[in-house]
């Protein structure tokens, strides 16, 4: 029988244990999307115990809990540290099977050197243990960055947000690049009508236009893109519960945006007509200066009223959606390369249902200007564990260039969440390794490095080309 969770942890043949040891684990971390607070980066926020770092803004963490039995008190609500982290120590041996239970311990021991396996008996120790070394002086969130040698991080931020916490940063010479990342779903968020126009009037306000036309709209969004871009912003990022290209014309949209700013309730085709056309125009914008735009498409998002209403968004009571999407994702695209607009584009789905549509999808715009232009993003969100990883990464193999694939990131809210790197390319690893002794894959020490390094780090490295 095997230990649980030696060093050999999912490697479970010889090249698959070489090809991670040697190749994989010495490559520094290229997180190219994550939800980190950039505020937090630039004050070199310290913590004072283990739950303000671990289960402050972790819905993963409260939906196993609440799923465990355990009242909102103790997730989201006014319980002190302690009893949340005694909570969350109860939840934990009724995790098993679930990533969570090999997150936990991961982050335990590669941060904090605790073997122990979380449960009531062990909860205290633990407690003690890792809040000793967080208030130790050396364990602040920039730390916790170097140590897990962290090249790169992209943040997702607002249009309307002002950056200063970026520029503060890269005044301090701190020798990871932070960088934000442009997520501007608010301003094609047309189906809540009042909050639309809140953002609006935010977005005139920084940009220093009014916004009292459609027209005005794109100059205001431009001018931040353009800012984003001073700023060493190269990426993009959208939110979507579907892909929408439907067809529209300019005299559309400018009604559409006049009835909305009026404080006017849309129906669902002007709804879909407006999200199309800011789509493109989006694309356009990022195009226009070389940034690479991903799409997250697929959640079902704030699906408990009372509890949306008492937490508001991501607080964990979002799941996978159905809405079809390939007619229009490739309508989306293509709308772009028809143009010759199509900039460099990650592609990321929730439902394992579109897993081979998506992977066959990129396929249609590759168009030879540099490899993997247009990529099938890694298991993301409920599908980052094992299984949905295996999924991912076997689909892009059958039917694209597994090679060129820029790999994993977080997607964390949580600074302990870089573990997640090493359980991918374990993962990715025991993949390869299996292929090798089953006379699979040519047993050539030199080509598997070379790729495991590449998946590791070098080729998002290479593709997002930041400065
Ligand atoms: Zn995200």
Redesign the pocket.
Same mark, same amino acid.
């Not at 008190?73 to 679930?98: H, I, Q």
């Not at 799409?295 to 209403?309: C, D, E, P, V």
């Given at each position: 029988m095997k230990k649980f969770m030696d060093e050999h942890f999912l490697l479970h043949t010889e090249t698959a244990q070489e090809l991670y040891h040697e190749h994989a684990a010495p490559m520094p971390i290229f997180d190219y /999307?994550c939800?980190l607070s950039p505020k937090e980066i630039a004050e070199d926020k310290s913590y004072e115990n283990l739950s303000q770092i671990w289960l402050h803004g972790d819905h993963y963490k409260w939906r196993a809990m609440r799923s465990n039995g355990v009242d909102e008190r103790y997730c989201t609500g006014d319980a002190s540290d302690w009893e949340k982290f005694e909570k969350w120590a109860e939840t934990v041996p009724y995790t098993l099977r679930n990533p969570l239970y090999h997150w936990t311990h991961l982050e335990l021991k590669r941060f904090f050197d605790v073997d122990l396996l979380l449960s009531p008996k062990t909860a205290r120790e633990v407690w003690e243990q890792c809040n000793e070394k967080l208030t130790s002086g050396s364990f602040s969130c920039r730390d916790i960055i170097s140590k897990a040698k962290v090249d790169t991080i992209c943040t997702?931020d607002d249009p309307i947000d002002s950056l200063e916490y970026h520029q503060a940063i890269r005044e301090d010479d701190f020798e990871t690049a932070v960088l934000p990342a442009w997520r501007p779903d608010k301003a094609m968020m047309v189906e809540q009508t009042e909050a639309f126009n809140d953002y609006l009037d935010q977005l005139a306000e920084v940009a220093n236009i009014e916004i009292d036309s459609f027209d005005a709209l794109l100059v205001a969004l431009d001018k931040r893109h353009e800012f984003f871009h001073e700023n060493g912003c190269r990426l993009s +990022?959208h939110g979507l519960d579907t892909a929408y290209a439907d067809d529209y014309s300019m005299k559309d949209i400018h009604a559409i945006f006049d009835k909305v700013r009026s404080l006017k309730n849309l129906n669902e085709t002007e709804i879909r007509k407006f999200k199309s056309c800011m789509l493109y125009e989006f694309g356009m914008m990022d195009h226009a200066r070389g940034w690479t735009q991903q799409y /997250?498409i697929g959640a079902q998002r704030n699906n408990s009223t009372r509890l949306f209403k008492k937490l508001g968004p991501d607080t964990g009571f979002d799941s996978i959606g159905d809405l079809p999407v390939a007619a229009s994702l490739a309508k989306m695209l293509d709308r772009l390369d028809q143009n010759n607009k199509l900039t460099k584009t990650v592609l990321y789905n929730l439902n394992p249902r579109d897993n081979e549509l998506y992977a066959t999808m990129i396929g249609n715009f590759q168009d030879g200007s540099c490899p993997g232009k247009i990529q099938y993003g890694s298991g993301w969100w409920f599908l980052d564990q094992k299984d949905g990883m295996e999924k991912q990464l076997n689909a892009l193999s059958n039917l694209g260039l597994l090679s060129r694939f820029v790999g994993m990131l977080t +997607?964390s809210r949580s600074f302990l969440s870089y573990t997640r790197h090493e359980y991918f390319r374990r993962t990715l690893c025991n993949l390869l390794g299996t292929d090798v002794e089953r006379g699979e894959l040519p047993n050539d020490p030199e080509l598997l490095g070379k790729l495991v390094r590449d998946i590791s780090f070098w080729n998002a490295k290479n593709y997002f080309d930041f400065e």
């Amino acid at each position: 029988m095997k230990k649980f969770m030696d060093e050999h942890f999912l490697l479970h043949t010889e090249t698959a244990q070489e090809l991670y040891h040697e190749h994989a684990a010495p490559m520094p971390i290229f997180d190219y /999307h994550c939800h980190l607070s950039p505020k937090e980066i630039a004050e070199d926020k310290s913590y004072e115990n283990l739950s303000q770092i671990w289960l402050h803004g972790d819905h993963y963490k409260w939906r196993a809990m609440r799923s465990n039995g355990v009242d909102e008190r103790y997730c989201t609500g006014d319980a002190s540290d302690w009893e949340k982290f005694e909570k969350w120590a109860e939840t934990v041996p009724y995790t098993l099977r679930n990533p969570l239970y090999h997150w936990t311990h991961l982050e335990l021991k590669r941060f904090f050197d605790v073997d122990l396996l979380l449960s009531p008996k062990t909860a205290r120790e633990v407690w003690e243990q890792c809040n000793e070394k967080l208030t130790s002086g050396s364990f602040s969130c920039r730390d916790i960055i170097s140590k897990a040698k962290v090249d790169t991080i992209c943040t997702t931020d607002d249009p309307i947000d002002s950056l200063e916490y970026h520029q503060a940063i890269r005044e301090d010479d701190f020798e990871t690049a932070v960088l934000p990342a442009w997520r501007p779903d608010k301003a094609m968020m047309v189906e809540q009508t009042e909050a639309f126009n809140d953002y609006l009037d935010q977005l005139a306000e920084v940009a220093n236009i009014e916004i009292d036309s459609f027209d005005a709209l794109l100059v205001a969004l431009d001018k931040r893109h353009e800012f984003f871009h001073e700023n060493g912003c190269r990426l993009s +990022d959208h939110g979507l519960d579907t892909a929408y290209a439907d067809d529209y014309s300019m005299k559309d949209i400018h009604a559409i945006f006049d009835k909305v700013r009026s404080l006017k309730n849309l129906n669902e085709t002007e709804i879909r007509k407006f999200k199309s056309c800011m789509l493109y125009e989006f694309g356009m914008m990022d195009h226009a200066r070389g940034w690479t735009q991903q799409y /997250h498409i697929g959640a079902q998002r704030n699906n408990s009223t009372r509890l949306f209403k008492k937490l508001g968004p991501d607080t964990g009571f979002d799941s996978i959606g159905d809405l079809p999407v390939a007619a229009s994702l490739a309508k989306m695209l293509d709308r772009l390369d028809q143009n010759n607009k199509l900039t460099k584009t990650v592609l990321y789905n929730l439902n394992p249902r579109d897993n081979e549509l998506y992977a066959t999808m990129i396929g249609n715009f590759q168009d030879g200007s540099c490899p993997g232009k247009i990529q099938y993003g890694s298991g993301w969100w409920f599908l980052d564990q094992k299984d949905g990883m295996e999924k991912q990464l076997n689909a892009l193999s059958n039917l694209g260039l597994l090679s060129r694939f820029v790999g994993m990131l977080t +997607d964390s809210r949580s600074f302990l969440s870089y573990t997640r790197h090493e359980y991918f390319r374990r993962t990715l690893c025991n993949l390869l390794g299996t292929d090798v002794e089953r006379g699979e894959l040519p047993n050539d020490p030199e080509l598997l490095g070379k790729l495991v390094r590449d998946i590791s780090f070098w080729n998002a490295k290479n593709y997002f080309d930041f400065e």
